[in-house]
């Protein structure tokens, strides 16, 4: 049983070949998955009829976030995506890609098309993975420290309850744990590939770690392939616990580029700005359910933004530089929307950084009154700002 990824199309990109096609074939899926199907990767139907990177989820669970993943799906398969790789992080997750198809196809090809192994540890996050066991963040536990501290402030900060959000760490390295991965294995969403019986997920399960074991390049796991992403997640049903996921992967791509020291407390606050819509139903305000799929994605996108940047500038928050994360913020907002001249999708760079201008000006003006805004007060500014915020690369 195989993916639809060719060999051939991945060797396109390690010999250098991606080049940048016509037709538009952007990503649809909204910022919070809804439901059953959960976009990871490419539409081309496989051989098998399957779509590439639909990961089945319970109606009700709700995901994030997921253009990290699309990004680096693009990357590894730029036939489904017209959009190339181009921000500083997707280049790097290229050059990290390339060096493992180049230098060791077969166990990529094992891993990726045949034993979904990119995958496990995403759907091992999502469903099993609790506070209950110790989590590590980063490669070898350097952010576990500094994003332990930022849940704790982030929580601490803002007024929604959050006692119940859990933080846990996505991490390559479970892939030679064969209990978790055959635990993933047996998960029933997406047959043939999981949905195993206990023997069958346990056979393909010792079979990822003799391929990562076996690698060179792998690093026991620790490599952007398995955990190039973060999201925040949750169910309408409250049938799993509320989430804020972050992958190894991401953080080392951010570290790589030179922002090692802002990305995490970033990419944590623009997660918990999701749970702080979710708690407080922004979801259904007027402009999150009213117009096209895109405008709504870019309000939500936006409002999070400014969550996250009033949150990590004002003074009794992470209280970081403004400067520094408006730099950190230039690389972060070209990863999502590759489909530059459609403005609707999750906002343009200007509008982004526009929507964060708001919310660090926003903790400038309550850091003077000394005080921190509920986040319905930050919600009622920004919702007025709003049209303001979206006026420079407006429809
Ligand atoms: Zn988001």
């Known amino acids: 049983m195989r993916r639809n990824i060719l060999l051939g199309s991945c060797l396109a990109i390690a010999l250098g070949t991606v080049g940048c096609q016509d037709q538009r074939t952007e990503p649809t899926a ?12 490419s539409t081309t139907p496989g051989r098998l009829g399957l779509k590439r990177g639909r990961l089945k989820l319970p109606p009700s669970a709700r995901v994030t976030d997921q253009y990290f993943a699309e990004a680096a799906r693009r990357a590894i398969d730029p036939d489904d995506y017209v959009c190339p790789p181009s921000t500083p992080v997707i280049d790097w997750f290229i050059g990290e890609f390339e060096e493992f198809i180049i230098e ?5 090809d094992r891993l990726y098309n045949d034993l979904w192994a ?15 066991t110790p989590q590590e963040f980063g490669y070898d536990g350097e952010y576990t420290h500094v994003i332990q501290k930022t849940h704790r402030d ?5 007024d929604i309850p959050s006692d119940q959000i859990q933080l846990v760490a996505m991490k390559g390295s479970m892939l030679l744990d064969t209990d978790r991965v055959a635990a993933a294995y047996e998960l029933p969403f997406m047959p043939p590939f999981f949905g195993l019986s206990e023997e069958d997920a346990l056979d393909s399960a010792s079979a990822v770690r003799s391929l990562v074991l076996q690698s060179e390049v792998l690093d026991g796991g620790n490599h952007p392939l398995f955990s190039f992403n973060a999201f925040a997640f949750w169910t309408d049903d409250g049938s799993l616990p509320e989430k804020i996921v ?10 790589a580029v030179g922002f090692g020291d802002v990305a995490p407390q970033a990419i944590y606050a623009h997660e918990f700005a999701h749970h702080i819509q979710n708690q407080n139903d922004y979801f259904n305000d007027p402009l999150a359910t009213q117009g096209d ?9 936006l409002m999070a933004d400014a969550y996250s940047a009033y949150y990590l500038t004002h003074k009794r928050g992470a209280t970081m530089n403004r400067k520094r994360v408006e730099q950190f913020l230039q690389v972060f907002f070209q990863i999502g929307d590759c489909a530059f001249d459609n403005p609707g ?4 760079p200007n509008q982004r950084m526009a929507a ?16 921190i805004l509920t986040s319905e007060q930050f919600h009622d500014l920004f919702v007025a700002a709003y049209p303001e915020l979206i006026a420079p690369d407006a429809v």
């Not at 919310?359 to 005080?371: I, L, M, N, V």
């Open 30 to 41: 909204p910022s919070t998955g809804t439901g059953a199907e959960l976009r990871l990767q």
């Open 104 to 108: 060791e196809p077969f166990i990529f």
């Open 118 to 132: 990119d995958v496990i540890p995403t759907y091992e996050a999502l469903f099993f993975l609790t506070e209950d």
């Open 154 to 158: 982030a929580k601490r900060f803002w």
């Open 246 to 255: 972050m992958g190894d992967g991401l953080l080392a791509g951010y570290e």
């Open 293 to 301: 799929p895109p405008e709504r994605t870019r309000y939500i996108e």
């Open 345 to 348: 999708h999750h906002g343009t």
């Open 356 to 371: 964060a201008q708001f919310g660090f000006d926003t903790a400038d003006e309550a850091q003077k009154q000394g005080h």
